[in-house]
């Protein structure tokens, strides 16, 4: 890929950033804007970084393109995920009420009760086994 197709690359990428709005402030917005790309940054780095050493690109431009391009598609994904969730945050906010208050107690519950039969059987399993080296 040449310059030209880098530039693109970078149109992209700030047409996909502009188009959404997190939080509405934007102040706020660069501040995660800029911790996403890092994140993704680094994503992408190490990405390119595996596909050199096992030898599938070669060379400097090659290295640049598939950084970029990697950086693209990571933000993409990003991009529909955020999408995903706000059309299931939009679906949930069109049940009834009775819905919206049963549901997270119903779901907390059946997690706490979860994390106590882990942390029960977790505690037990030592006892049991105690038990069987002194026979």
């Known amino acids: 890929m040449n310059y030209k ?3 693109a690359l970078k149109a992209l990428l700030i047409v ?4 959404v709005t997190i939080t509405g402030i934007s102040f706020l917005d660069d501040k995660i804007w800029n911790v996403i790309i890092a ?3 680094v994503i992408a780095y190490g ?3 595996l596909l050199y050493s096992i030898h599938l690109i070669d060379g400097k431009q090659e290295g640049k393109t598939a950084y970029a391009a990697l ?3 990571l933000i993409i994904i990003g991009f529909l995920i955020y999408q995903g969730i706000l059309k299931v945050e939009q679906w949930i906010f069109s049940w009834p009420l009775a819905v ?5 107690t119903v779901m907390g519950l059946l997690i ?11 505690k037990k399993k030592p006892v049991e086994e105690k038990q069987e080296e002194g026979l």
């Open 16 to 19: 996909l950033v502009t188009s």
């Open 47 to 49: 990405i390119v970084g």
């Open 100 to 104: 919206k208050i049963t549901v997270p």
């Open 112 to 122: 706490i009760g979860t994390i106590t039969l882990l942390v029960i059987g977790h």
């Open 5 to 7: 197709g880098l530039t």
């Open 71 to 73: 950086f693209i598609i």
């Open 39 to 41: 994140v993704i940054g």
